[in-house]
C-alpha cells in the first residue's frame, strides 16, 4: 500500500546530541512537511518542501534544518536538542492539486535526556 | 495567525450518543477538513468541505460550514468505542499548500 513511512517510531537522545528523523513515501507526492506536536497540541507546521523548494515557518528555531534529497525522503535533523524538544514529530505529504489533503505517518516520538 | 479553536476541548460520551465539535477559523479559507488522530499516532483525513458548501455527508460523519460565521461543526452520529480519539479541524487558504490546524477536541466514547 502506498503509504508514509517515518523511523524510528521512537528516538531518544542525549542533551545536545544531533538527531536525524526520516520519512519515505510511496505516494509520489510534491510536498512533504514536518510538524512538531506536544501532548494535548496541535501540529505545529515546523517547515515544507513543495518540490525542491524549502520553505521554513518564520518561527522555526535554527536548531531545525531539513533535507529532501529526493521526492520519496524527507529528513529533519536537530542539531543540538534541549529539553524543550521533546515531541511527537509527524511528517505529512501532499499533492497539491488534490486540495492539500495531507497524509500523515505515524510519527516519531523524540525522547531528551 | 488563523488557527482554528475547536471546542469542546474534550467530549465525553457513551457509545451509540451522538457527538458535536465545532471549529471556528479567523480569514477566509478554500477549504476545511476534519482529521482524526488515535492516541500516539498520526493524523487521519476524515473530510474535506469545500468554501461554497455548506453539508457534507460521509458515513456516520456529518460537517456543516458557515462561512459567514467561519465555523464548522463535526457531527459523529451512532458513536462507537473505537471513535475515541482526538479530532482536529484544519484550513486551507487558496492558493497555499500549508494547512493551520486547530487546537482540537478529545473525544472519549465509553462502552
Known amino acids: 500500500d502506498a503509504m508514509v513511512i517515518q523511523n524510528p517510531r521512537y528516538q531518544v537522545t542525549q542533551f545536545g546530541k544531533p538527531v536525524t528523523l526520516s520519512c519515505s513515501q510511496t505516494?509520489?507526492?510534491?510536498?512533504m512537511y514536518w510538524y512538531q506536536q506536544k501532548s494535548s497540541q496541535a501540529p505545529k507546521l515546523l517547515f515544507h518542501y513543495y518540490d525542491k523548494d524549502f520553505n521554513n515557518e518564520a518561527d522555526t528555531p535554527d536548531n531545525f534544518q531539513s533535507r529532501r534529497p529526493n521526492t520519496s525522503f524527507c529528513f529533519l535533523d536537530i542539531r543540538s536538542p534541549g529539553l524543550g524538544d521533546a515531541a511527537m514529530y509527524l511528517c505529512?505529504?501532499?499533492?497539491?492539486?488534490?486540495?492539500?489533503?495531507?497524509?500523515f505517518g505515524a510519527g516519531t516520538r523524540l525522547s531528551v535526556l | 495567525s488563523q488557527q482554528g479553536e475547536e471546542d469542546p476541548q474534550a467530549l465525553s460520551i457513551q457509545e451509540g450518543e451522538n457527538a458535536t465539535m465545532n471549529c471556528s477559523y479567523k480569514t477566509s479559507i478554500n477549504n476545511l477538513q476534519w482529521y482524526r488522530q488515535n492516541s500516539g499516532r498520526g493524523l487521519v483525513h476524515l473530510i474535506l468541505?469545500?468554501?461554497?458548501?455548506r453539508e457534507k455527508h460521509s458515513g456516520r460523519l456529518r460537517v456543516t460550514l458557515d462561512t459567514s460565521k467561519k465555523s464548522s461543526s463535526l457531527l459523529i452520529t451512532a458513536s462507537r468505542a473505537a471513535d475515541t480519539a482526538s479530532y482536529f479541524c484544519?484550513?486551507?487558504?487558496?492558493?497555499?499548500?500549508?494547512?493551520?490546524f486547530g487546537k482540537g477536541t478529545k473525544l472519549t466514547v465509553n462502552p
Open positions: 468541505i469545500r468554501s461554497n458548501e
Open positions: 505529512a505529504t501532499s499533492r497539491v492539486i488534490l486540495q492539500n489533503i495531507q497524509y
Open positions: 484544519a484550513t486551507a487558504e487558496g492558493g497555499s499548500e500549508k494547512l493551520v
Open positions: 505516494l509520489n507526492h510534491n510536498v
